[in-house]
């Protein structure tokens, strides 16, 4: 949205759509071969028509952001 005040909006393909315990709804996203992952309600979810593959952006707000250096391909010595 052109009135919004994010600054960080990047294009993103969702690759995986995870139903939570507690009714959201994890969002993993990979904007070139980063990983991004997210946590939405299951309503966003169906009112945004989340779908594998989907192309999306990704809009990042805050002074915080959290690093996962959880490997996403296996790692050879």
């Known amino acids: 949205a ?3 005040s994010i600054l960080n909006i990047l294009p993103a393909t969702i690759r995986q759509l995870t ?3 507690d ?3 994890a969002v993993t996203l990979t904007v ?3 990983v991004l992952r997210a946590l939405v ?3 966003s979810a169906k009112n945004l ?3 594998i593959g989907k192309q999306v952006y990704a809009q ?3 002074t915080i952001a959290l690093a996962d250096n959880t490997p996403t391909k296996p790692q050879h010595d």
Do not use: F, R, V
């Open 41 to 43: 309600s299951a309503y």
């Open 2 to 4: 052109t009135d919004s």
């Open 49 to 51: 028509s989340l779908t």
């Open 60 to 62: 990042i707000k805050g």
């Open 32 to 34: 070139g071969e980063q």
């Open 19 to 21: 139903p939570t315990s």
């Open 23 to 25: 009714g959201a709804c």
